[in-house]
């Protein structure tokens, strides 16, 4: 595969001896600290899914579902688990997605070798790889790790298309066009349209207004069609089926008294969704036919002289090996993440900007593959590909986190953050280092638009990726928890800035023992705090809130809960045969580490009434100050603790 013989290349390359010993290094460290990362909270629920994606894409599903990267992390687990028999299933999961990270990282290497010389991509990589936020997600994220390796490959390819769109020459007409261009197909369509008789000039603008107006309002109606679907079926619940619509709807819903009137909505909205996307369809064939019996002649010569050509430059495009890798590294993060064409709309701005017309030929054909592979990857694509992409991208604008979340020392809401939640979070949870080297790179990106020092638009690039995400976020105030997590992706982007200002470091430091003592500097609090806060690295806040132990009770820290393991060991070694134990939050992790004959529940009211003499035991975490509400006055036999800030508490409960 052309694509991984490129990753074959970078590697084995001679001059990128540093990269294969810090991939081989990082490789040896987790197989050897493996067992230490517990399981996640999300991660049960992630593995069902991916024994039902692999079902899915080995034809053993009874109906399509998952998604094509959760069948690859489960094959690659059962892989791992094969080669390392000693380990379980998670630890096997757990380091495969520790090769994701090990991935993204030659991608980014291959992002910055295209602005930086080999120095300074590899002393930026490191600074990437270190960060003791995403070493700790590398093992325990098994979603936002695969988005950001395959968002990171999709730009990685899709930079090296650069080389084919330099050689490559593209039709008659540029596609920015001039505007004597665009005023000749103006004054032809006007030449046209001035021939039609005015009543049918009326009936033709009613029938596109129209048809276009309908499509439009129905789209808008969407969740007004759920809450009349939701009111009928609660009315006929009810017995109020006095109008003739309840009375349908008692007659067909022979399970309305059983199922919730929610779920009916839903069903509901998906078949509405479904018949607004053929009507769509429809408009769409409709209007088209309009604008061909209206416009022959503008658009026989649009086609002819500007459509065609680039559909042409396109097709030639495939036959590039990087357009298809980066094309199904794109597909394949926007089937983990709605956010994945962002790869494609980066491209495609930086290459607008450096080659103009030229680009549009080589983004086309990116496409095209990028939605094939997103169709191949999203098995809900193969049914209803509108009602899928709804579905995604409304519970990612709106996902029901009905918990709060911890933000300086304040229980937020997740809906109703402050702007400033996630800028701040950016500045709390990397090294200090990179924050001084993200500054001064920023500093000399800027000033480098003036005297024409950097390349102006890799800095459009760099800033486009970060800021724009980053703005959208404080200005739109999405649902958020968990941290920024789920924009990991965008934190690459930070560290190409960190990449100008250590350019013109090692520019400063010309002898390489100087260079490598600055990187050593930079790299002195990760190492630190890498093996400080083991294997909890993603709690990390740096000293500008001061450290964890200062973000302990004021910020999120063991949000997934993964310290629930080294609890439930303790548990295992004191706690007499059939005892019992709480564990608050995620309980299918209590389950999962603990006896087989401890008792597990979710809550302490199961054994209010319970006379029996067993040990009653709690896996209280710290998230949301729970160890300080839930049975204040137990005592407390064990703790995990980090820095001074505790994540988890075990107490004995009197009864």
Not at 102 to 120: A, E, H, K, P
Not at 363 to 370: C, D, G
Not at 504 to 522: G, K, S
Request: proline share 5%; aromatic share 14%; with cysteine.
């Amino acid at each position: 595969m052309p694509g991984m013989r490129t990753v074959h290349k970078t590697i084995l390359n001679v001059q990128n001896i540093p990269l294969l010993l810090l991939l081989i290094f990082n490789l040896v460290i987790g197989a050897v600290y493996i067992e230490d990362y517990g399981l996640s909270w999300d991660e049960p629920s992630r593995f069902q899914v991916a024994e039902r994606s692999l079902a899915t894409y080995l034809g053993a599903a009874k109906e399509p579902s998952g998604k094509l990267y959760l069948a690859i992390s489960k094959m690659g687990a059962n892989t791992v688990n094969a080669i390392f028999k000693n380990w379980d299933s998670v630890e096997s999961w757990h380091y495969f997605n520790f090769m994701y990270f090990q991935l993204s990282l030659i991608f980014f290497y291959m992002i910055c070798l295209r602005f930086f010389d080999r120095w300074v991509s590899f002393a930026t990589t490191l600074l990437y790889a270190s960060q003791p936020l995403l070493w700790g997600h590398a093992f325990i994220n098994p979603k936002d790790i695969p988005f950001t390796m395959y968002f990171l490959g999709g730009l990685a390819f899709g930079l090296r298309v650069i080389e084919a769109v330099t050689k490559h020459q593209v039709g008659n007409k540029p596609l920015i066009y001039p505007r004597q261009i665009l005023s000749v197909y103006r004054d032809n369509a006007n030449q046209e349209w001035s021939t039609i008789n005015d009543r049918r000039k009326k009936i033709i603008r009613k029938a596109a207004l129209l048809s276009f107006g309908v499509l439009v309002l129905s789209i808008v109606l969407t969740p007004v069609v759920g809450w009349v679907i939701k009111f009928f079926i609660t009315q006929a619940a009810q017995g109020n089926s006095a109008d003739l619509i309840s009375q349908w709807i008692t007659q067909m819903a022979e399970n309305i008294h059983d199922i919730p009137a929610e779920l009916y909505a839903q069903k509901g909205v998906k078949i509405y969704l479904r018949l607004v996307g053929w009507y769509g369809i429809t408009v769409l064939l409709f209007n088209i036919i309009l604008a061909v019996f209206v416009f022959p002649r503008t658009l026989r010569q649009l086609f002819k002289n500007e459509i065609m050509p680039l559909i042409q430059d396109g097709l030639r495009f495939l036959k590039n090996a990087n357009v298809w890798v980066a094309g199904v590294f794109i597909g394949m993060a926007t089937s983990v993440r709605v956010l994945g064409p962002a790869a494609w709309l980066l491209l495609l701005g930086y290459l607008t900007l450096k080659f103009r017309r030229k680009a549009f030929p080589s983004a086309l054909a990116m496409l095209i593959v990028s939605l094939i592979a997103l169709i191949l990857a999203w098995p809900s694509m193969w049914i209803s590909p509108l009602e899928a992409l709804h579905n995604t991208a409304t519970k990612a604008a709106n996902f029901p986190w009905e918990s709060t979340v911890m933000f300086s020392g304040i229980e937020y809401p997740a809906n109703q953050l402050p702007r400033t939640y996630m800028p701040v979070l950016l500045s709390l949870q990397l090294t200090e280092p990179v924050l001084l080297l993200f500054l001064g790179g920023l500093g000399l990106a800027l000033a480098g638009l003036k005297n024409h020092r950097h390349e102006w638009q890799a800095t459009a690039f760099f800033a486009a990726w970060f800021f724009i995400p980053l703005i959208g976020v404080v200005i739109v105030q999405p649902t958020m928890y968990d941290n920024f997590r789920h924009f990991t992706f965008i934190l690459p982007a930070l560290f190409l800035f960190c990449g100008i200002c250590l350019k013109t470091l090692f520019r400063l430091f010309r002898i390489d023992i100087l260079r490598i003592a600055l990187l050593f500097l930079c790299l002195l609090p990760s190492i630190y705090w890498n093996i400080g806060l083991h294997p909890y690295q993603y709690v990390y806040y740096n000293s500008l809130t001061g450290g964890v132990r200062g973000a302990f009770r004021n910020y999120e820290l063991d949000y997934w809960a993964t310290s629930y393991r080294e609890a439930a060991q303790y548990i295992n070694e004191i706690a007499p045969r059939n005892a019992r134990v709480m564990v608050w939050g995620p309980a299918r992790l209590g389950m999962y580490y603990c006896r087989p004959d401890i008792e597990i529940q979710r809550s302490l009211e199961h054994w209010d009434e319970d006379e029996s003499d067993t040990p009653i035991y709690a896996i209280i975490s710290t998230r949301h100050n729970k160890d300080q509400q839930i049975s204040p006055d137990s005592p407390e036999l064990f703790w995990v603790e980090r820095d001074g800030a505790r994540l988890v508490v075990v107490k004995q409960i009197p009864h």
